[in-house]
């Protein structure tokens, strides 16, 4: 019962998710790839929109009204990222995404790097948090070592008290697995990182932000990464929360407009933080819809959703794991979140997601930007449901129906 009045109200959500009305191959839309990107509700795609029709206007730089309005939108939606993560405003960056901000961090630490310095990255790191680091490794003739995953799919998170030593200078890992959905105990390898090194301690939150609470004073974490688009938000804007002292200390990652204080021929100053980091022209309209997409997110509850997704996975890793055909990577549902990597045994996973497709139901397949992970688990592809905050149990049942189409039709 208690169970029944903390649920997250699915229905009166999905009404404001214009998109999930489409009808895809005459059928209504089964969307299952928010690992990919999730579906925007009207309050974000009505920020964006009131922002182009109303107020915009470049920021920080022009005095007009237009341009002192969206400046405070801008400005007002970091504080709701600060907000979100439990961070102070003058530690959130504002990026692209997930993967300009660990390419930020990445090309900035690079500068404190020498020979034989280790970096320690998981086995299960998505590309973005793995070429980075590897390149610079080649550069800098510094060595990548990287922490296994057992047989279920669960990080050998004690690996970390041997691979951490007093040669190691980042710690980067992935907190939500994009493929296997597994959590790490993020919190854990943090404090054997400090306890063991001096190493920059750097999360990559693009699939637990989105999905669950996440405080980096808990974590204690130097860094972290997300995206707005796999949370409702536009794309184009992602943030880098970063310590404060750590961010003073690096040096910009891109140099232009905004990010100076003072310019001669001959040198610069640059511009506090986080603006240090912020050159160029901003992304206003998807930093304003971040903010909505925030408050959109605050307003379900972020522990109903992580709940609903979890009761999500559960059900479908349940009905998926009756079919013989079907395998099934990574742990069990308490574990992970909302994401369920499968194939269908003897079926490449792209045909599964044509079948699927067919059906109206969307699925990534390939390698999901993990191919070092898919070759630790022997397969070059896999068929991926991720469920949000507004996917259905139905649409669970749909999916199923629609794997035993693909039995039917390949076996
Ligand atoms: N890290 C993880 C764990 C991710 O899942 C992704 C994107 C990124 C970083 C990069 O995020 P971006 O917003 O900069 O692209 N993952 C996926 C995915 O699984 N399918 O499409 C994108």
């Not at 005459?26 to 920020?47: C, E, F, H, R, W």
């Not at 060595?143 to 710690?171: C, H, M, P, W, Y």
């Not at 808990?218 to 750590?246: E, Q, R, W």
């Not at 013989?324 to 308490?334: D, L, M, N, T």
């Amino acid at each position: 019962m208690l169970k029944t009045k903390m649920a997250l109200d699915v229905e009166k959500i999905r009404k404001d998710f214009p998109i999930l009305k489409v009808k895809v191959n005459g059928k209504p839309l089964v969307y299952l790839d928010n690992a990919a990107t999730s579906q925007k509700p009207k309050q974000v795609i009505d920020s964006v929109t009131d922002f182009y029709e109303n107020y915009n206007a470049n920021i920080h730089r022009s005095i007009h009204k237009l341009g002192e309005q969206a400046t405070a939108a801008y400005e007002n939606a970091r504080e709701k990222a600060a907000d979100f993560i439990n961070a102070d405003s003058g530690e959130i960056v504002f990026t692209k995404g997930t993967t300009e901000s660990l390419n930020l961090v990445a090309y900035s630490l690079s500068n404190e790097l020498k020979e034989n310095d280790e970096i320690v990255l998981t086995q299960m790191e998505h590309h973005s948090n793995l070429v980075p680091w590897q390149q610079i490794a080649k550069k800098k003739k510094a060595k990548v070592r990287f922490a296994e995953i057992d047989s279920k799919g669960e990080l050998k998170t004690d690996q970390f008290n041997e691979l951490i030593n007093k040669r190691t200078k980042i710690v980067s890992v992935v907190h939500a697995s994009n493929v296997l959905g597994t959590i790490n105990d993020v919190g854990k390898i943090g404090k054997i990182a400090r306890e063991k090194s001096d190493a920059c301690f750097i999360v990559d939150a693009a699939q637990s932000a989105p999905h669950m609470k996440v405080d980096v004073k808990k974590m204690n974490c130097d860094f972290l990464a997300f995206s707005g688009h796999k949370m409702l938000a536009p794309t184009g804007i992602g943030v880098l929360y970063g310590k404060k002292d750590l961010l003073e200390r690096m040096q910009p990652f891109l140099y232009g407009g905004h990010m100076i204080k003072e310019v001669t021929f001959n040198d610069s100053k640059w511009n506090d933080i986080p603006w240090k980091f912020e050159a160029g022209t901003a992304s206003i309209a998807q930093a304003i819809g971040l903010g909505a997409a925030i408050d959109y997110l605050k307003m379900a509850g972020m522990e109903k959703i992580a709940q609903h997704e979890n009761e999500l996975a559960e059900y479908a890793m349940e009905k998926l794991s009756e079919i013989k055909e079907v395998e099934i990577y990574g742990p069990s549902a308490g574990k992970r979140v909302g994401v369920v990597s499968f194939n269908v045994k003897g079926v490449h996973a792209h045909d599964t997601s044509a079948i699927l497709d067919s059906e109206g139901i969307a699925v990534r397949a390939g390698h999901h930007c993990a191919m070092p992970l898919h070759s630790v688990l022997g397969i070059t592809a896999s068929a991926r449901a991720s469920f949000y905050l507004y996917n259905t149990k139905e649409e669970a049942d749909k999916l199923i129906q629609g794997i035993r189409k693909v039995i039917k039709v390949f076996k």
